[in-house]
């Protein structure tokens, strides 16, 4: 993920053969390999739509997870900080990323054990980036990659949501809609790291629609929660709605499905 909704490029990967397998809390039944790439595709037509052009790595049936390539990377300009998976069986996906990165970034940086971080974990507001800890992320994660982000001028908060439910990522319940304005959950309401923005709280009936992409002037939110949808034409944004219902059985959302920048 990126500091800056102005994105040109972004890399993807299809779901493998052994999606199905990947990790999972959400209790939806198994997905539907052949609905889920439908569904990849139609992410992948959006984004080529929203002006970005596309790198597309090569399914690995022995990483099921790794079609979620947002949790291998964070990225900001001119340097790519690759992560380091929090789920054990995640720690291999980093490798096809990191072969991907050194045509576009001229530097490369990595996150060290003991430390852990899953990009999910951290929301890009302009120049000030959120970092979850999270089950996935953990302090050491959260430090090295505040102060990589400091050294080339960004500002950070951290947000502790281990104790929320249903939140496996800050992302899952947290999305930048550009400026000072904010998405997210009602559990987040009284964060003193939210304080000073602009926040636009979803229905706990719509919380999943939290992880919402913004792409220029179009945000990219799950089809099927119109509440969020109008609000943000309130917002004068445009929503592109993106059925990513075999995404959301595997815990997966949006934003997960791409590193864009």
């Not at 979620?68 to 992560?83: K, M, Q």
């Not at 054990?88 to 045509?103: D, I, K, M, Y």
């Not at 992320?137 to 102060?147: D, E, I, K, M, W």
Request: net charge negative; with cysteine; hydrophobic share 45%.
């Amino acid at each position: 993920m990126l500091v800056t909704a102005m994105f040109t490029r972004a890399i993807v990967c299809p779901p493998a053969t052994t999606f199905a397998r990947g990790l999972t809390t959400a209790a939806l039944g198994p997905p539907v390999l052949e609905r889920a790439l439908a569904q990849h595709a139609r992410y992948v037509g959006a984004l080529g739509e929203c002006g970005l052009a596309i790198t597309e790595l090569s399914p690995d049936a022995a990483f099921p997870d790794s079609t979620f390539v947002e949790d291998t990377a964070v990225l900001v300009p001119g340097c790519a900080i690759v992560t380091r998976p929090g789920a054990a069986s995640r720690a291999g996906e980093t490798a096809a990323v990191r072969r991907a990165l050194p045509p576009f970034f001229e530097e490369l940086c990595a996150i060290e054990a003991p430390g852990t971080l899953d990009g999910g974990d951290v929301c890009a507001a302009g120049e000030h980036v959120f970092i979850g800890l999270s089950k996935r992320t953990n302090g050491s994660g959260a430090r090295q990659l505040s102060a990589l982000l400091a050294a080339r001028g960004f500002t950070t908060t951290t947000i502790d949501v281990r104790r929320l439910p249903g939140l496996l990522h800050l992302k899952s319940g947290l999305a930048w809609i550009g400026g000072r304005r904010l998405v997210a959950i009602e559990a987040l309401r009284n964060h003193a790291a939210l304080e000073g923005w602009a926040v636009l709280f979803v229905s706990r009936e719509e919380e999943y629609a939290a992880n919402c992409v913004l792409l220029g002037e179009r945000v990219l939110v799950p089809a099927g929660f119109p509440r969020l949808a109008s609000a943000l034409e309130g917002f004068e944004l445009e929503p592109l709605a993106l059925d990513v219902s075999e995404f959301r059985k595997q815990d997966g959302g949006l934003s997960c499905l791409s590193l864009r920048f």
